[in-house]
């Protein structure tokens, strides 16, 4: 390729355009336009980089700030110690939670009845004035004899849910062998509040950080 206004043999002149594409010959770079109205929707965990390393940039000391994010209002149910009893009484329990911006994620335990069988989670960020519902997954045995099985869920968190004192609860559904089963944490349900958590973090911590996020 050559550049602009570069001149040939012949002593014209011409002018050259310089095309980058990949191995395929497919462009390397899409344009996409927004009309004036449109918000970037842009993740929670991208802005709180971004916030970061604005503070850094401000700042010679080690950085203090808050988030906000749902904390469980009850301890990890399979750490408890009557949790085998509950399971055998239930079927169906509850293992534990994990929680980011990015959504609630949890693990359920069911004994096994019959091979066919459904979880499903039960949820409201309204206090039940409505519902949604989310299908676990089947993880595996929880161990070699097969009488228990794991099963995986996932919840989206909406921006509204990440306000102080916002609330999400939850309920577990076990439908095997033509029965149905329910794990509502003793009658009260699951539930997760929205929370300030104070975080503190090394300066050196916070520039290494964003370099891997870049």
């Given at each position: 390729?050559?550049a602009?206004g570069?001149?040939?043999?012949?002593?014209?002149?011409?002018?050259?355009?310089?095309?980058?594409?990949?191995?395929l010959?497919?462009e390397?770079?899409q344009?996409?336009?927004?009309?004036?109205?449109?918000?970037?929707?842009?993740?929670?965990h991208?802005?709180?980089r971004?916030?970061?390393?604005?503070?850094?940039c401000?700042?010679?000391?080690?950085?203090?700030?808050?988030?906000?994010?749902l904390?469980?209002?009850?301890?990890?149910?399979?750490?408890?110690?009557?949790?085998?009893?509950?399971?055998?009484?239930?079927?169906?329990?509850?293992?534990?939670?994990?929680?980011?911006?990015?959504?609630?994620c949890?693990?359920?335990?069911?004994?096994?009845?019959?091979f066919?069988?459904?979880?499903?989670?039960?949820?409201?960020?309204?206090?039940?004035?409505?519902?949604?519902?989310?299908?676990a997954r089947?993880?595996?045995?929880a161990?070699?004899?097969?009488?228990?099985?794991?099963?995986?869920?996932?919840?989206?968190?909406?921006?509204?849910?990440?306000?102080?004192?916002?609330?999400?609860?939850?309920?577990l559904?076990?439908?095997?062998?033509?029965?149905?089963?329910?794990?509502?944490?003793?009658?009260?349900?699951y539930?997760?509040t929205?929370?300030?958590?104070?975080?503190?973090?090394?300066?050196g911590?916070?520039?290494e950080?964003?370099?891997?996020?870049?």
């Open positions: 390729a050559g602009p570069a001149v040939c043999r012949r002593g014209c002149s011409r002018q050259l355009r310089v095309r980058f594409a990949d191995a010959g497919l390397l770079a344009v996409k336009v927004f009309n004036a109205g449109d918000d970037p929707a842009v993740p929670l991208v802005l709180s971004l916030a970061i390393n604005a503070d850094l401000c700042s010679s000391e080690d950085l203090e700030f808050t988030l906000q994010c904390v469980p209002d009850f301890s990890p149910p399979v750490e408890a110690a009557d949790f085998g009893e509950r399971l055998q009484r239930q079927l169906v329990c509850l293992e534990r939670v994990t929680c980011s911006d990015l959504g609630i949890g693990t359920v335990r069911v004994r096994n009845v019959a066919e069988k459904q979880v499903a989670v039960r949820y409201t960020f309204s206090g039940w004035r409505s519902a949604h519902e989310a299908t089947w993880r595996g045995s161990d070699v004899t097969g009488t228990e099985d794991v099963f995986a869920f996932s919840l989206p968190v909406p921006p509204f849910v990440l306000a102080l004192g916002a609330r999400v609860h939850f309920a559904r076990y439908r095997v062998a033509g029965a149905e089963h329910w794990d509502n944490n003793n009658g009260h349900d539930s997760l929205c929370r300030s958590h104070a975080l503190h973090m090394p300066r911590e916070c520039e950080s964003w370099i891997h996020f870049i």
